[in-house]
């Protein structure tokens, strides 16, 4: 899942060097339904701020296509800002199982 990420990352933003790392919840087996999806985007060669939200808004666009996420928000307002993802863990748990 984190790998289809990164690729998605790398064609929207036109970087090979991203890499994403997923963490939280979902890792660990824990997650809920109403879990959201906590991943951290490195490699990103970002000069300013406007920089990082028009970035962060090109993959939150290119990912609101996936099934797999539920509903999706890029929040730039905050100190640091985030993509916040809900999505869909039963689809999740069998792409995992299979």
Do not use: Y
């Not at 060669?45 to 996936?66: G, K, Y």
């Not at 539920?70 to 199982?97: E, G």
Request: glycine share 4%; aromatic share 2%; charged share 30%.
């Amino acid at each position: 899942m984190h790998k289809r990420i990164e690729n998605i990352a790398r064609n929207e933003l036109n970087c090979e060097r991203i890499v994403v790392k997923v963490f939280g919840s979902l890792i660990t087996g824990l997650a809920l339904e109403s879990s959201d999806m906590d991943m951290a985007i490195t490699g990103l060669e970002i000069t300013d701020r406007q920089t990082l939200i028009e970035d962060m808004r090109t993959l939150t666009q290119a990912l609101n296509s996936w099934d797999l996420i539920k509903d999706l928000k890029s929040i730039d307002t905050a100190s640091i800002p985030v993509i916040k993802a809900k999505i869909d863990l039963k689809k999740i748990r069998k792409l995992i199982q299979n």
